[in-house]
């Protein structure tokens, strides 16, 4: 019944709204309930789901996009963080798999 429900909020959370939330700043960011403090959210992704940060990389405006997820139930979440420490929830989903591709060797076409 959890994963349900972590299905069903985080679905009806769309990365528009993500995206708009940290264009606008903190004080939008403080009242979307998709959003939180990075310590608390991230400590509720592993202690509700078991999943911790897998990749991470920096966006416009100084905004930090993590990928964490559960090797054991596979389920994964994306967060941004803002510049201010406010983290929103983008998206989630079922069936993660980490995977290291190489680059195909120069001059060969991919």
């Known amino acids: 019944m959890k994963r349900m429900t ?35 959210v ?16 920096l966006a416009a405006n100084n905004a930090v996009i993590e990928v964490f997820a559960s090797s054991e139930s596979g389920s994964w979440t994306i967060t941004v963080t803002a510049a201010n420490g406010m983290t929103c929830l ?9 995977l290291v591709e190489a680059l195909p060797a120069k001059g060969n076409d991919a």
Do not use: F, H, W
């Open 90 to 98: 983008v998206a989630s989903g079922q069936a993660y798999e980490a």
């Open 42 to 57: 991230v400590a509720r992704l592993a202690e509700g789901y078991g999943e911790t940060r897998q990749s991470m990389g």
């Open 6 to 40: 972590k299905s069903v909020t985080l679905s009806a959370l769309i990365l528009a709204g993500a995206l708009q939330t940290i264009a606008t700043g903190a004080a939008t960011a403080q009242q979307n309930r998709n959003c939180g403090p990075r310590d608390l």
